[in-house]
């Protein structure tokens, strides 16, 4: 079974921390993508990362910076995190299956930021 | 452009029939996945559709039609545990491009 972790499922914060969520896969998997998902909004693509140190903008990179040193371990970073950052941020791999593209999602953190 | 539209939220009734659209603006794609998301949980796959046509597992099948710009996924026997966000996705160039997703709230 393919097994993706997130350090925290809940987290608060303060304006202005610097925040970091971890991600790892068990699996091998040279795909690595962080979201966010908000209300009605749906998942949206921060960045994603095809191999190590490796990293491609998504469609709201803003805010965020992202870090892959080792194949399993995917970061993202909040350098200064604000209040529109409240948000569900979920953390998916998948294979490079070039037939699906088949993303395996973690748990989930739910970042507040106050 | 890859839009892909999903109705916001739809609401059905314990043991009957559901089908949730799911149509999309794309000049190519690998196949069409759909996730199932329980609130507050990740979402999980449920279905993925490469050729045009009907795949049924179980109570759950999804349909494609490429030509037309169109998959559903059809829930039967519907039951509580089914209340969820219905997810369809993409696939393609190393990304899935996520719908918005669909809100199904069973009535008993």
């Known amino acids: 079974d393919v097994k993706v972790t997130q350090s925290s499922r809940y987290l608060v914060k303060r304006t202005g921390e610097k925040v970091f969520l971890e991600c790892v896969q068990d699996m091998d998997h040279e795909n690595m993508f962080w979201y966010r998902q908000d209300p009605g909004l749906g998942l949206r693509l921060i960045y994603f990362s095809y191999d190590v140190k490796m990293k491609e903008k998504g469609d709201i990179p803003e805010g965020y910076s992202v870090s892959r040193e080792k194949k399993e371990r995917f970061s993202l970073i909040l350098e200064s995190a604000s209040t529109n950052q409240t948000s569900m941020y979920l953390c998916?791999?998948?294979?490079?299956?070039?037939?699906?593209?088949?993303?395996?999602f973690g748990p989930g953190t739910r970042l507040t930021v106050t | 452009g890859q839009n892909i539209d999903q109705p916001t939220e739809m609401t059905a009734t314990e043991g009957a029939i559901v089908q949730i659209n799911c149509t999309y603006q794309?000049?190519?794609?690998?196949?069409l996945f759909w996730y199932q998301q329980h609130a507050g949980e990740a979402p999980t796959f449920l279905s993925y559709?490469?050729l045009d046509g009907l795949e049924e597992k179980g109570r759950f099948s999804s349909f494609l039609s490429r030509s037309k710009g169109y998959s559903y996924l059809l829930l039967k026997e519907l039951q509580m545990k089914d209340s969820a966000s219905y997810l369809c996705?993409?696939?393609?160039?190393?990304?899935?491009?996520w719908g918005a997703g669909t809100k199904l709230i069973i009535k008993p």
């Open positions: 998916a791999s998948s294979p490079p299956d070039r037939r699906s593209y088949e993303q395996y």
């Open positions: 559709n490469v």
């Open positions: 996705a993409l696939s393609g160039n190393y990304q899935l491009i």
């Open positions: 794309t000049s190519g794609f690998n196949g």
